[in-house]
T-cell receptor
Framework: EDKVVQSPLSLVVHEGDTVTLNCSYE??????LLWYKQEKKAPTFLFMLTSSGIEKKSGRLSSILDKKELSSILNITATQTGDSAIYLC????????????FGKGTSLLVTP | DGGITQSPKYLFRKEGQNVTLSCEQNLNHDAMYWYRQDPGQGLRLIYYSQIVNDFQKGDIAEGYSVSREKKESFPLTVTSAQKNPTAFYLCASSIPRGGRETQYFGPGTRLLVL
């Protein structure tokens, strides 16, 4: 069964909109949660979250972890066409050599 | 110029053929990983290695093999036993930090079956 579930699977917005992407996980031995952005090639790292309630921020992107609800959100404000990509959420477990367990991703398309 | 390199960018496999995908890193990372990505899917773990001369199977290791003879290299062989090899293959590396490490990815290899 899926350990990491992302929603929505796809999203189309207009430039300037604010979007919220969701990631929920059902795992034991949680270590950390990571967000990546993928634009037709290798995923690039956005955030790592380990502590509940502490927001990580980088420009127009921000993310927060809720360990009680076993979830995380990724917010993008004032979206631009360059934000169009697949956003991947991954959870690190304390087994499998700390490999990443990925969700299926959210495909975001920002239209002009 | 540090980073992870993968080659080739595209690879074509004939029926019954074994092919090897290269992954090299000069980041001095101990841990290396191979993932497979299919359309509309997240990445799935094939193999991982936390130290030279040691590697472990991931969730979908059947039909694949690896070696880790050098710290900087972690090649993946797709054997003829892998019946559905067409996918995007990504290699990653990290410095082990007890689950709080960031994995960095190479540019990937797209494998296609002729």
């Amino acid at each position: 069964e899926d350990k990491v579930v992302q929603s929505p699977l796809s999203l189309v917005v207009h430039e300037g909109d604010t979007v919220t992407l969701n990631c929920s996980y059902e795992v034991t031995n949680f270590r950390s949660l990571l967000w990546y952005k993928q634009e037709k090639k290798a995923p690039t790292f956005l955030f790592m979250l380990t502590s509940s309630g502490i927001e990580k921020k980088s420009g127009r992107l921000s993310s927060i972890l809720d360990k009680k609800e076993l979830s995380s959100i990724l917010n993008i404000t004032a979206t631009q066409t360059g934000d169009s990509a697949i956003y991947l959420c991954a959870v690190v477990l304390g087994d499998s050599g700390y490999a990443l367990n990925f969700g299926k991703g959210t495909s975001l398309l920002v239209t002009p | 110029d540090g980073g992870i390199t993968q080659s080739p960018k595209y690879l074509f496999r004939k029926e019954g053929q074994n092919v090897t995908l290269s992954c090299e890193q000069n980041l001095n990372h101990d841990a290396m990983y191979w993932y497979r990505q299919d359309p509309g899917q997240g990445l799935r773990l094939i193999y991982y290695s936390q130290i030279v001369n040691d590697f472990q199977k991931g969730d979908i290791a059947e039909g694949y093999s690896v070696s880790r003879e050098k710290k900087e290299s972690f090649p993946l062989t797709v054997t003829s036993a892998q019946k559905n090899p067409t996918a995007f293959y990504l290699c990653a590396s990290s410095i082990p930090r007890g689950g709080r490490e960031t994995q960095y990815f190479g540019p990937g290899t797209r494998l296609l079956v002729l």
